[in-house]
């Protein structure tokens, strides 16, 4: 979620994509070990009623993504020497994972592509989700346009702050909140995130409960996005109620649920639906595809503040 930056420096990996034999998809890295996903399962984008839908995705997880040991020393991003996690990143660095959804679910329910990230240190707001856990983000834009949502500034910065940058479509945010819920806020920082945008939530007290947020970027809605510690094993919220909607696939509600076997954790199911806005909730047979054509990518991340570290021990060679 926050402050996680994918690509910066290292440059991206982009890898190729395919579908096992019970339908799920996957990517592949050629460092196999952090890569928070070994698959994922979609459903078909069920119709219900008049406008509603119901969508499920099911998210097989990699048990031996990389774990913290020691926080104060290998979670500190102020560190200019971070330590170093096996698998060749800092562990505060966010693994990534990518799937692209196909037209049968993007029409019906607008996600165009989901991003899975495990967080070993967790990220802001320090003392709440600080904490290992994992983010999910439904992108209402596929892959390439995300890709352009960037910071302004040669190179681009990951993080871009509306006191310093120009990058102005981080912080054009929706025109009376449309589309967004009444309550919540950007984020207390108020820094965009490069190839996310500005985040929005309740400011939280507590990571005792599945945490849900929305991001925006150029004046819309950006991410819709529900995240998790190992330790909630299940979450739900119904009856959202947006502020001047206009988008009108939005969810109305959505489910989490985390499955362990033998205390470890094997694969979570996020639930979305919208209620029909007229007659009654009548499942309709989707004629239009299936899930089986979609495309999965993975990536590292870099938390920004180890970007930060970097460019200003650039600076300092350079002085």
Known sequence: ?????????FGFLLFASGALGDGSMTGFSNVQSHAPVTSFQPSDAVAMGVD?????????LNTSVVKVDNPETQCDPMDPSPDIAPDGLPYFAARSHFLEFDLSV???TGFKLVEVNWNPCGHPPVGIWTIPHYDIHFYYMDYAT?????CDGTPSPPICADSLSTSEKFFKFPENMANLIADYEP????????MMGMHWFTPP???????????????AVSFFEVMAHTGIAHGAQENIQYVNQTNMKLPTGWEYSLSKKNDVVDHMTIALHKKSSKGAETEIPNTVGNTSTASAL????????????MLLSLAQLLA
């Open 106 to 108: 993007s029409n019906m």
């Open 52 to 60: 509603g839908w119901n969508f499920t995705l099911v998210v097989h």
């Open 298 to 309: 993975s990536t590292d991340g870099i938390a920004y503040w180890a970007v930060m570290a």
């Open 1 to 9: 979620m926050l402050f996680t930056v994918q690509g910066c420096c």
């Open 187 to 194: 984020d207390g920082s108020h820094m965009g995130v490069e």
């Open 205 to 219: 007290t507590n990571f005792s409960d599945v945490a849900h947020v929305m991001g925006t970027y150029d004046g």
């Open 146 to 150: 995300l890709q352009t949502v960037k």
